[in-house]
């Protein structure tokens, strides 16, 4: 079987967002070479890339951009040649990013789990549906320095035991990565 | 100047409680000696411990009882011993438990805070507007390795930058404590 990974940031007090979905406090990580190194080592690629609408739309209108490819090549190239899933009842056309294709049903996702690992970045609502329905094995949380006080939070409902941190790590940038691994 | 210091269980969510104050579900925590070593190690006394009301009815049912006692001397005795201050509009008597006072306003922290360092426990209503008040120099987070899916979000309306986590260790039960220092 194959594994359900999701890579989010989150703040600490646990929203993957904003209350209008603004993710520009991601900006406030200050720079660490050891943090970059860590976040570069976890993208290698390899996986399939699973977004809800929301940041798929976020990630292509970045990604295959001059800009992007400039600022982060390595990432840039994962992103752009790694094959993508959208999960969305709304969203016909897809043929502006490479490598994408649509699914209009949550549940088709077991059925990508058997053909490949996966890889969900931001896609909070997607995060909530998949581990409701358990199919998630591994979350690997960023936890970014800071209190929103106010925004959408990553679990919202999502009630689960037998959780199990494999790892956690602190960088110089006050920044703290934790993994946690699903019970079987 | 003094400090005051937080010290939380919190589910990976981000709740010191459950939707009705629920706190069973530390009891899930499984045995481990090094996380025993270590929270016993953070509880040496010397301060100041603060209470909201709630909190406080929890502790004083508990603490002085001899199968307290009996289940964990050392911290029973941190508990019976230290001085113990309750913030509540409401509460009239504290003479059933040894060395408590009863602040009605919180505001008087402040002057507490030039006397002693202080350590709050649980408390998330008391918690909230000292960090509002900007008076905690640091958090203590021991994350619980579950999801309550809803419950009182420790930090719920709580805006806040410039944090840095000074510490990350994980435990072979799952656990993770994660220090964080406020911005001065």
Known sequence: MKKIGVFENVSIDGCFAGPNGEIDWFKSIEKDEDFEAYTHGQSKGGSTLLFGRTTYEMMKSYWPTPQ??????????????????????????????????????????????EESDITILGSGSIVRQLANLGLIDEYQLVVVPLLLGAGKALFKDVKMTGLKATEARRFGNGVVVVRYAAAD
């Open 68 to 113: 992007a490819k400039k600022a982060d090549p390595a990432m840039a190239k994962v992103m752009n040649e790694s094959p993508k899933v959208v999960i969305s009842k709304t969203l016909k056309s897809v043929d502006d990013w490479n490598n994408v294709r649509v699914l209009d049903d949550i549940n088709a996702v077991r059925a990508l789990k």
